[in-house]
């Protein structure tokens, strides 16, 4: 559940509530084949600098920490 209370029900609304709190959008794996109740995810970094990639971690952990 959200801070303001919208429970976050598939990997669909995982993703859309990390990309608005964490500006990270990660790749669920429905996309490989699972369904979308599964809620694993793929960071996909490939041509990322490093530096990006060290940013991107503390705000993804805070955005994880606000759920409930």
Known sequence: TTPDGKVLRDSADINFYL???AGAA???F????TG???NWFRASVGATPLHEIE?????VK????KLK
């Open 19 to 21: 990309i608005k709190e």
């Open 26 to 28: 990660f790749v669920p």
């Open 30 to 33: 429905s996309a490989f084949g």
């Open 36 to 38: 979308d109740e599964v």
């Open 55 to 59: 940013a991107l971690i503390p705000r």
């Open 62 to 65: 805070a955005a994880l920490s």
